[in-house]
């Protein structure tokens, strides 16, 4: 059977637009059931490199007891580029904290995925009195491409990829970067499940939004972040609790990345999900959510 879960991908979101150092910054907010005494917790959700919010929608749809605020990061999905700040850990950082205050009155659960998790742990790092919980779910532990993850030729690949799109004219360069051919490559690079139904959803996810970017040199500032530094550079200053969700089939940021990183964290734990890649928000939702769910009900 399919992983997707319609119910949970239908959950009502309300879309919001906040103006942080200048830039404006889309979010959605997906409310939780109102429960009479209880007031429900933020989970703050940042997506990968060349995603947007509606990547983690799967995950936000499995916790419904959650108040989750979901946003575009600058460049990608319907957040324009930041104009004063780079594309880079520190500026999305930035922007992120910044969102966190303005949604929230004190700290909030803080997940981030793939290249998300190395701006959710400066955060932690660096403005702790902003997050209680953080939740890191394929985590790039290292700078690519160390600890078994993509190899240097590959990388160098990739980067001279990135570098020629940004070099032609405008036109040429975002066919390049957009091409149909290149998005159902990297899907398919990244996807390992076997089930048809399920792959044929995710193809067809990245065909609409791993392309939604506005800038190339946007793109080619936050691959180069992604090449140069990893959730180490910062694992020595994060002493909120920190849940690791990896796949045990992940190439992109492979399981003994993360097992390397856990000593490293002041207070972490590991959880594998079986039979999944880098893509855990769209193969396995469910047992991503019943993780967190389980780590925060013991926090």
Request: with cysteine; proline share 7%; aromatic share 8%.
């Amino acid at each position: 059977m399919t992983a997707v879960v319609p119910s949970a991908e239908a959950r009502a979101s309300v879309e919001s637009v906040a103006t942080v150092d200048g830039a404006e910054l889309h979010y959605w907010t997906y409310y939780p059931a109102p429960r009479v005494g209880v007031e429900a917790p933020t989970l703050v959700m940042v997506h990968g490199f060349r995603g947007t919010h509606q990547g983690l929608e799967l995950i936000a749809g499995n916790l419904p007891e959650f108040r989750v605020v979901s946003p575009d990061l600058p460049g990608f999905g319907l957040s324009p580029p930041m104009p004063a700040l780079p594309h880079d850990v520190s500026g999305y950082a930035k922007v992120i904290a910044d969102l966190i205050r303005q949604v929230s009155a004190g700290p909030v659960v803080l997940l981030g995925h793939s290249f998300g998790s190395i701006v959710a742990a400066r955060i932690a790092a660096f403005e702790p009195e902003l997050v209680s919980s953080l939740v890191l779910v394929n985590p790039l532990a290292t700078p690519v491409p160390a600890n078994g993850g993509p190899g240097r030729l590959g990388l160098r690949f990739a980067s001279a990829y990135y570098r020629a799109a940004v070099a032609m004219p405008p036109r040429a360069g975002r066919f390049l970067l957009a091409s149909k051919a290149f998005t159902l490559s990297m899907s398919a690079a990244m996807a390992v499940t076997r089930d048809r139904e399920l792959r044929k959803d995710i193809h067809r996810r990245h065909l609409l939004h791993f392309s939604d970017f506005h800038d190339r040199a946007v793109l080619l500032q936050a691959f180069t972040a992604i090449a140069s530094c990893g959730v180490c550079d910062y694992a020595a200053d994060i002493h909120a609790r920190t849940l690791l969700i990896a796949g045990d089939r992940d190439r992109m940021a492979p399981l003994a990345g993360a097992r390397w990183l856990l000593p490293r964290l002041a207070d972490g734990r590991l959880r594998t999900i079986d039979g999944v890649g880098h893509l855990v928000h769209y193969e396995k939702p469910a047992a991503a959510a019943a993780l967190i769910r389980d780590f925060l009900a013991t926090s």
